[in-house]
């Protein structure tokens, strides 16, 4: 089914429902290469529901996921994460003993299929420790590699946490609130982190932090309760009478 | 410094058979006790398992090589394939069930599979000998040259070759891709989802071949000891194997060595000398290290390093 061209991650009619409640009614979200998206609502919208939904953690009720053509919508979520997709967390799940290198390491031995091996070193690969290197050095963490990064400052182990996921070589990354728990002093290094990301990454940010949704994203989706409210670019958004009731007289009244 | 140790406990375990030739039987228990805490630390130390029923496997691989050993072929190596594989298909089964719960059912789970192991032998009088125990495993020489002796020289040797042999196949796991795995999914089962894996399968290798070295011990003992018995299953075996392990220390191998066999010389010092008491003896050895040592004996050099610097996170 994988055509010449790449279509990405096409989601239609996506619906979450837990008992009554309904989480996510009828979504439809294009994910083409080189998207800069970002998805924003308040509290409660159903953003995260979405991103797991997405990636496989939530199983849907009801609507498709395609993967360049491809029914993904039954798969858990290591067959999608082998697939390409991939998603940061929202709270940092790091393995926090381990050392940055080593927690870099896990998933680049896992997207090649080494994780069985149980003779070879771990470190023992030279295309994966060059790969972790090269990860290491496009976040600039050169001078932390050896420590655990339980003894990173949050907006260290954010980054870590970035650079994990794009260990995985995903073409489709979702960004769950990268910047949440981040002093307003290191959020920079988060949207530098986000534009120095490959250009034909399909990418999807979930955030709060307007400044920086509209620093990285070049088209915005808006959730309430659910539902898609609007898309557009941050011009648009900006200017939606609904999106600034939402976020200026809805919440702060 | 952690490379040295096995070396020195290699050492120590040399040296105890010129010392005390005449506790031969004792140190080859330890050693074969070392064996079944080491697959407990793969399981529980390494991916992060919580069982109660290492003795599960331990006991299938007893019975195993001695039915193997009576029926099939007394060969001291083939028995232990015998038990390996025993332990292995046991733990795979069980396995395939147990590690789909979470928690506590986890635990409940091990134990009940344990008790129905041992209930099996039990019933099943005219194959294992039931309560009277699986009798009449006469082995031939190992390797065909060494014949097991009436004082255990030849069972210590052979019990701790075997023993050196599965330490240095754990110490290679535990550095591979594979034994990183492991600690990634003890450390964060959600993100080692999130980076592909399953961890489900993941875990069900790890208990397996836990399974096949608890197998191994357990065909050891029958072989060394040409007696199998219902205790082999028993709850205070995992149990014991548990506690061990945590004085010793856990994900770190010699911690199980050095656990196992601190409490097996303190069991045995204080049973012979205070035949009523000796329990009170090993229930504060246990406190006090869980309180003093949470990690386990093997971090006392770290502890003691600290305390005589008196500083806080001295060099790091």
Not at chain 1, 63 to 72: A, N, P, V
Not at chain 1, 139 to 160: H, N
Not at chain 2, 216 to 245: D, P, R
């Amino acid at each position: 089914m994988q055509g010449p061209e790449s279509k990405g991650l096409e989601v239609r009619g996506l619906s979450k429902h837990f008992g009554g409640l309904t989480v996510s009614e009828n979504i439809d979200l294009d994910l083409p290469p080189g998207a800069r998206k970002a998805l924003i609502g308040p509290n409660g919208a159903g953003k995260s529901t979405f991103a797991n939904l997405v990636t496989g953690i939530l199983p849907p009720s009801s609507g498709t996921i395609r993967f360049d053509g491809e029914d993904i919508s039954a798969l858990n979520e290591p067959a999608r994460v082998r697939r390409g997709i991939a998603k940061t967390f929202q709270i940092t799940t790091l393995f926090p003993s381990l050392s940055v290198r080593e927690n870099i390491r896990m998933p680049v031995i896992e997207r090649k299929r080494l994780g069985y091996s149980m003779l070879r070193a771990a470190n023992g690969d030279a295309g994966t420790e060059a790969e972790v290197q090269t990860l290491i050095d496009q976040f600039e963490l050169g001078p932390l590699a050896e420590r655990p990064v339980d003894s990173l400052a949050y907006g260290q182990q954010r980054l870590v946490e970035m650079a994990l996921t794009l260990a995985l070589k995903p073409r489709v990354l979702i960004l769950d609130e990268p910047a949440a728990g981040v002093p307003s002093s290191e959020t920079h290094l988060i949207v530098e982190a986000i534009e120095r990301l490959p250009k034909d990454l399909a990418v999807l940010v979930i955030e709060h932090d307007m400044d920086l949704v509209f620093r990285v994203a070049n088209s915005i989706i808006v959730l309430v309760a659910g539902q898609i409210l609007t898309e557009g670019t941050p011009q648009q958004i900006a200017g939606d009478a609904r999106v600034r009731e939402l976020y200026l007289g809805g919440a702060h009244g | 410094m952690g490379r040295f140790v096995p070396l020195i406990l290699l050492a120590v375990a040399v040296g105890l058979y010129f010392l005390l030739p005449y506790n031969l039987a004792f140190l080859t228990r330890i050693l074969i006790m070392v064996l079944l805490v080491l697959s407990l630390d793969l399981v529980l130390g390494y991916a992060g398992i919580a069982t109660l029923g290492q003795a599960a496997m331990y006991g299938a691989g007893a019975y195993a090589a001695g039915l193997f050993a009576i029926h099939v072929w007394a060969d001291p190596l083939a028995g232990l394939v015998a038990g390996a594989v025993a332990g292995a298909i046991l733990a795979l089964v069980s396995g395939l069930v147990i590690l789909r719960a979470q928690g506590l059912t986890v635990i409940m789970l091990t134990i009940a599979v344990a008790q129905i192991c041992a209930e099996i032998a039990n019933r099943a009088r005219d194959i294992t000998g039931g309560a009277d125990g699986l009798r009449g495993i006469r082995m031939d020489p190992v390797l065909g040259l060494f014949e097991f002796d009436f004082v255990g020289q030849v069972g210590y040797w052979y019990a701790l070759i075997v023993v050196a042999v599965i330490f240095c196949f754990l110490m290679v796991l535990g550095r591979s891709s594979f034994g990183l795995s492991l600690r990634g999914i003890h450390e964060s089962p959600a993100r080692m989802g999130a980076i592909g894996v399953s961890v489900y399968w993941r875990r069900v290798a790890a208990y397996t071949i836990g399974g096949a070295i608890a197998g191994i011990a357990g065909a050891l003992t029958a072989q060394i000891t040409q007696l199998v018995s219902l205790e082999t299953f028993a709850f205070v075996l995992s149990a014991e194997a548990l506690i061990m392990l945590i004085l010793g220390g856990t994900g770190r191998l010699y911690g199980a060595a050095i656990g196992t066999f601190v409490f097996m010389w303190a069991h045995h010092t204080a049973a012979s000398n205070d035949p009523f008491n000796w329990l009170f003896v090993i229930g504060a050895m246990v406190l006090a290290v869980v309180f003093l040592l949470p990690k386990g004996l093997i971090s006392m050099p770290a502890a003691l390093t600290q305390i005589f610097k008196g500083g806080r996170d001295a060099g790091t």
